[in-house]
């Protein structure tokens, strides 16, 4: 019933692997190249040039007011919410539901760890369900029955 999809899947793989590694010698010797090499130092002088410029124009703000030194600059003002995590969050239990999100991933492993104990609360059921594992070596499948090493 398989066996033709588990060839066909081996063939895939094997040929993914053979143009995996041309990709990845390729990206290697592109990323070793002085092509690469001064798009990176370009983009790294654009960064600090950008850094400096606007640490300029903050600090001629802070001294002036003035929102804009230069056509191309504006000095914006952003509104930056603070408050105290745990003091935020008692609120939000209370007050702002919407903003109490669910870290699932957390909680399921904590579910998994007190299933274990038989400590589930009564609103969490465990149940075993059927997971399709497909082996990651299929090369014993492939026609030629020969072995990549």
Same mark, same amino acid.
């Given at each position: 019933?398989?066996?033709?999809?588990? !060839?066909?899947?081996? &063939?895939?793989?094997?040929?993914?692997?053979?143009?995996?590694?041309?990709?990845?010698?390729?990206?290697?010797?592109?990323?070793? #190249?002085?092509?690469?090499?001064?798009? /990176?130092?370009?983009?790294? /002088?654009?960064? !600090?040039?950008? #850094?400096?410029?606007? *640490?300029?124009?903050? +600090?001629?703000?802070?001294?002036? @007011?003035?929102?804009?030194?230069?056509?191309?600059? !504006?000095?914006?003002?952003?509104? %930056?919410?603070?408050? *105290? @995590?745990?003091?935020?969050?008692?609120?939000?239990?209370?007050?702002?539901?919407? +903003?109490?999100?669910?870290? /699932?991933?957390?909680?399921? @492993?904590?579910?998994?760890?007190?299933?274990?104990?038989?400590?589930?609360?009564?609103?969490?059921?465990?149940?075993? %369900?059927?997971? %399709?594992?497909?082996?990651?070596?299929?090369?014993?499948?492939? &026609?030629?029955?020969?072995?990549? !090493?």
């Amino acid at each position: 019933m398989f066996e033709d999809k588990i !060839e066909k899947l081996a &063939e895939l793989r094997k040929e993914f692997e053979e143009r995996e590694s041309d990709y990845k010698k390729a990206k290697l010797d592109f990323e070793s #190249s002085f092509v690469y090499k001064n798009y /990176k130092d370009c983009e790294l /002088k654009i960064s !600090e040039l950008e #850094s400096k410029i606007r *640490d300029e124009a903050d +600090a001629n703000f802070k001294t002036t @007011g003035e929102k804009q030194p230069h056509p191309a600059i !504006e000095v914006q003002q952003k509104l %930056v919410i603070c408050y *105290d @995590g745990a003091t935020a969050l008692e609120y939000a239990k209370t007050e702002l539901k919407q +903003a109490v999100v669910l870290d /699932k991933k957390f909680f399921d @492993g904590t579910m998994r760890e007190w299933h274990k104990k038989n400590q589930l609360p009564d609103f969490v059921k465990a149940e075993s %369900v059927p997971w %399709v594992k497909i082996d990651k070596d299929l090369t014993p499948f492939l &026609e030629s029955g020969e072995k990549k !090493e």
